[in-house]
Protein backbone atom coordinates (compact mmCIF):
# COMPACT_ATOMS: atom_id res chain seq x y z
CA UNK A 1 0.00 0.00 0.00
CA UNK A 2 0.98 3.68 -0.02
CA UNK A 3 3.83 4.86 2.30
CA UNK A 4 2.72 6.38 5.32
CA UNK A 5 -1.71 5.61 4.31
CA UNK A 6 -4.02 3.30 5.91
CA UNK A 7 -6.91 2.50 4.20
CA UNK A 8 -10.01 0.00 4.66
CA UNK A 9 -12.11 -2.18 2.36
CA UNK A 10 -14.93 -4.40 2.48
CA UNK A 11 -13.58 -7.23 0.07
CA UNK A 12 -16.63 -6.05 -2.48
CA UNK A 13 -15.39 -5.96 -5.72
CA UNK A 14 -16.75 -3.22 -7.49
CA UNK A 15 -14.89 -3.46 -10.87
CA UNK A 16 -12.96 -5.45 -12.85
CA UNK A 17 -9.93 -3.76 -14.56
CA UNK A 18 -7.67 -4.69 -17.32
CA UNK A 19 -3.51 -4.01 -17.09
CA UNK A 20 -2.07 -2.06 -19.83
CA UNK A 21 1.17 -1.58 -18.75
CA UNK A 22 3.79 -2.93 -16.42
CA UNK A 23 7.11 -1.25 -15.87
CA UNK A 24 9.87 -1.32 -13.25
CA UNK A 25 10.62 1.75 -10.80
CA UNK A 26 14.17 2.04 -10.18
CA UNK A 27 16.56 4.44 -7.82
CA UNK A 28 17.55 4.72 -4.29
CA UNK A 29 15.95 7.64 -3.43
CA UNK A 30 13.99 7.41 0.09
CA UNK A 31 10.35 7.11 1.10
CA UNK A 32 8.42 9.56 2.22
CA UNK A 33 8.76 9.76 6.21
CA UNK A 34 9.89 6.03 6.65
CA UNK A 35 13.22 6.02 4.49
CA UNK A 36 11.18 2.94 2.18
CA UNK A 37 13.11 2.93 -1.14
CA UNK A 38 10.83 4.10 -3.92
CA UNK A 39 12.16 0.75 -6.17
CA UNK A 40 9.06 -1.04 -7.59
CA UNK A 41 6.62 -1.56 -9.81
CA UNK A 42 4.52 0.43 -11.74
CA UNK A 43 1.10 -0.48 -12.82
CA UNK A 44 -1.52 1.30 -15.04
CA UNK A 45 -5.01 -0.11 -15.44
CA UNK A 46 -8.02 0.75 -16.99
CA UNK A 47 -11.03 1.03 -15.47
CA UNK A 48 -14.56 2.53 -15.80
CA UNK A 49 -13.48 4.78 -12.43
CA UNK A 50 -14.64 8.47 -12.25
CA UNK A 51 -13.07 10.69 -9.67
CA UNK A 52 -10.44 9.24 -8.86
CA UNK A 53 -7.42 11.34 -7.71
CA UNK A 54 -3.79 11.02 -6.77
CA UNK A 55 -3.10 9.85 -3.64
CA UNK A 56 -5.92 7.75 -3.13
CA UNK A 57 -5.91 4.07 -2.31
CA UNK A 58 -7.26 1.31 -4.17
CA UNK A 59 -6.97 -2.39 -3.68
CA UNK A 60 -5.95 -4.52 -6.85
CA UNK A 61 -6.45 -8.26 -6.60
CA UNK A 62 -6.54 -7.49 -2.85
CA UNK A 63 -3.21 -5.07 -2.37
CA UNK A 64 -3.83 -2.00 -0.80
CA UNK A 65 -1.87 0.87 -3.43
CA UNK A 66 -1.35 4.08 -3.93
CA UNK A 67 -2.56 5.85 -6.98
CA UNK A 68 0.05 7.95 -8.70
CA UNK A 69 -1.67 9.30 -11.42
CA UNK A 70 -4.81 9.30 -13.34
CA UNK A 71 -4.56 8.81 -17.14
CA UNK A 72 -7.42 8.35 -19.62
CA UNK A 73 -9.57 5.77 -18.94
CA UNK A 74 -7.51 4.52 -16.09
CA UNK A 75 -4.72 5.21 -13.47
CA UNK A 76 -1.69 4.22 -12.43
CA UNK A 77 -0.58 2.80 -9.40
CA UNK A 78 2.93 2.15 -7.32
CA UNK A 79 3.59 -1.19 -5.80
CA UNK A 80 6.72 -0.99 -3.48
CA UNK A 81 9.45 -4.02 -3.75
CA UNK A 82 7.87 -4.34 0.27
CA UNK A 83 4.58 -5.28 -1.58
CA UNK A 84 5.75 -7.16 -4.77
CA UNK A 85 7.62 -9.64 -2.73
CA UNK A 86 4.72 -10.97 -0.69
CA UNK A 87 2.33 -10.93 -3.39
CA UNK A 88 2.27 -11.77 -7.40
CA UNK A 89 2.26 -8.17 -8.89
CA UNK A 90 5.64 -8.95 -10.02
CA UNK A 91 4.47 -11.48 -11.87
CA UNK A 92 1.70 -9.72 -13.80
CA UNK A 93 1.81 -8.77 -17.50
CA UNK A 94 -0.40 -6.30 -19.60
CA UNK A 95 -3.94 -7.63 -20.15
CA UNK A 96 -4.38 -9.37 -16.95
CA UNK A 97 -7.35 -8.75 -15.44
CA UNK A 98 -7.63 -7.66 -11.58
CA UNK A 99 -10.55 -7.28 -9.12
CA UNK A 100 -10.29 -3.59 -7.91
CA UNK A 101 -12.19 -2.05 -5.00
CA UNK A 102 -11.70 2.20 -4.20
CA UNK A 103 -11.10 2.50 -0.06
CA UNK A 104 -14.16 2.48 2.09
CA UNK A 105 -15.70 5.84 3.48
CA UNK A 106 -17.33 6.24 6.71
CA UNK A 107 -20.83 6.42 5.07
CA UNK A 108 -20.43 3.54 2.86
CA UNK A 109 -22.58 0.49 3.75
CA UNK A 110 -20.26 -2.91 4.95
CA UNK A 111 -21.20 -5.20 2.57
CA UNK A 112 -18.19 -8.25 2.86
CA UNK A 113 -15.96 -7.76 6.38
CA UNK A 114 -13.22 -5.65 7.03
CA UNK A 115 -10.13 -6.05 4.71
CA UNK A 116 -6.66 -4.53 5.38
CA UNK A 117 -5.69 -4.33 1.67
CA UNK A 118 -2.30 -5.81 3.77
CA UNK A 119 -1.85 -9.45 1.58
CA UNK A 120 -0.64 -12.20 3.85
CA UNK A 121 0.17 -14.47 1.19
CA UNK A 122 -0.14 -16.64 -1.64
CA UNK A 123 -2.22 -19.33 -1.34
CA UNK A 124 -2.50 -22.25 -4.43
CA UNK A 125 -5.71 -23.98 -5.70
CA UNK A 126 -5.32 -27.43 -5.01
CA UNK A 127 -8.94 -28.38 -6.45
CA UNK A 128 -11.86 -27.49 -8.16
CA UNK A 129 -15.52 -29.18 -7.80
CA UNK A 130 -18.84 -27.99 -9.63
CA UNK A 131 -21.41 -29.10 -6.96
CA UNK A 132 -24.68 -27.51 -8.42
CA UNK A 133 -24.44 -24.16 -9.71
CA UNK A 134 -21.66 -23.39 -7.34
CA UNK A 135 -17.79 -23.91 -7.84
CA UNK A 136 -16.13 -25.42 -4.92
CA UNK A 137 -12.01 -24.66 -4.27
CA UNK A 138 -9.50 -26.48 -2.28
CA UNK A 139 -6.89 -23.60 -1.30
CA UNK A 140 -3.18 -24.61 0.00
CA UNK A 141 -3.06 -21.52 2.23
CA UNK A 142 0.32 -19.83 4.07
CA UNK A 143 -0.24 -20.88 8.20
CA UNK A 144 -0.19 -17.04 8.60
CA UNK A 145 -3.69 -17.31 7.53
CA UNK A 146 -4.92 -20.92 8.67
CA UNK A 147 -3.92 -20.24 12.02
CA UNK A 148 -6.63 -17.27 11.93
CA UNK A 149 -9.62 -19.52 9.77
CA UNK A 150 -12.53 -20.78 11.49
CA UNK A 151 -15.48 -22.10 9.74
CA UNK A 152 -17.58 -19.93 8.69
CA UNK A 153 -15.16 -17.07 8.58
CA UNK A 154 -14.03 -14.13 6.19
CA UNK A 155 -11.03 -14.66 4.22
CA UNK A 156 -10.50 -12.10 1.41
CA UNK A 157 -8.98 -14.09 -2.13
CA UNK A 158 -7.89 -11.92 -4.44
CA UNK A 159 -9.57 -8.50 -2.51
CA UNK A 160 -13.15 -10.71 -2.40
CA UNK A 161 -14.69 -11.42 0.64
CA UNK A 162 -15.95 -14.86 1.21
CA UNK A 163 -17.01 -17.20 3.45
CA UNK A 164 -14.86 -20.24 4.56
CA UNK A 165 -17.19 -23.50 3.90
CA UNK A 166 -14.60 -25.74 5.31
CA UNK A 167 -10.96 -26.01 6.49
CA UNK A 168 -8.04 -28.77 7.32
CA UNK A 169 -4.37 -27.94 8.71
CA UNK A 170 -3.16 -27.36 5.05
CA UNK A 171 -6.20 -25.88 3.20
CA UNK A 172 -9.43 -23.65 3.49
CA UNK A 173 -12.25 -24.14 1.49
CA UNK A 174 -14.33 -21.48 -0.56
CA UNK A 175 -17.17 -21.39 -2.78
CA UNK A 176 -18.64 -19.34 -5.46
CA UNK A 177 -22.15 -18.45 -6.42
CA UNK A 178 -22.59 -17.44 -9.99
CA UNK A 179 -22.68 -13.91 -9.47
CA UNK A 180 -19.39 -13.49 -7.51
CA UNK A 181 -17.81 -15.86 -10.66
CA UNK A 182 -19.15 -13.61 -13.42
CA UNK A 183 -18.64 -9.95 -11.30
CA UNK A 184 -15.04 -11.10 -10.29
CA UNK A 185 -11.65 -12.75 -12.28
CA UNK A 186 -12.50 -15.82 -9.96
CA UNK A 187 -14.91 -17.20 -12.27
CA UNK A 188 -12.08 -18.69 -14.09
CA UNK A 189 -9.99 -20.18 -11.27
CA UNK A 190 -8.25 -23.54 -12.22
CA UNK A 191 -5.81 -25.96 -9.95
CA UNK A 192 -2.81 -24.93 -10.09
CA UNK A 193 -3.54 -21.16 -9.92
CA UNK A 194 -2.18 -19.19 -7.23
CA UNK A 195 -4.03 -16.06 -5.83
CA UNK A 196 -3.38 -13.32 -2.98
CA UNK A 197 -5.10 -14.36 0.66
CA UNK A 198 -5.60 -12.00 3.51
CA UNK A 199 -6.52 -13.60 6.98
CA UNK A 200 -9.67 -11.84 8.69
CA UNK A 201 -8.13 -9.35 10.80
CA UNK A 202 -10.35 -9.78 13.50
CA UNK A 203 -8.94 -13.23 13.81
CA UNK A 204 -5.48 -11.68 13.77
CA UNK A 205 -6.12 -9.52 17.34
CA UNK A 206 -7.71 -12.73 18.88
CA UNK A 207 -4.43 -14.21 18.03
CA UNK A 208 -2.52 -11.63 19.32
CA UNK A 209 -4.53 -11.26 22.47
CA UNK A 210 -4.17 -14.78 23.23
CA UNK A 211 -0.68 -14.64 23.04
CA UNK A 212 0.14 -11.80 25.27
CA UNK A 213 -1.76 -13.80 27.98
CA UNK A 214 -0.02 -16.59 27.71
Not at 72 to 85: I, M
Not at 174 to 185: G, V
Not at 202 to 212: A, F, P
Request: net charge positive; charged share 20%.
Amino acid sequence: MGIGQAAMFTGIVTAVGRGSAVARKGGKGRGRGNGEGVNGLLLTIRAPYKGLKPGESIAVNGACLTVERVVRGGFTVHAVETTTGRTLLGEYAAGRRVNLERALRAADRLGGHFVQGHVDGVAEVTRAEQRGDAWVYDLRVPRAVREVAIPHGAIAVDGVSLTINDLAPDFVQISLIPFTRRHTTLGTLRVGDRVHVEGDVLGKYVRQLCSTAT
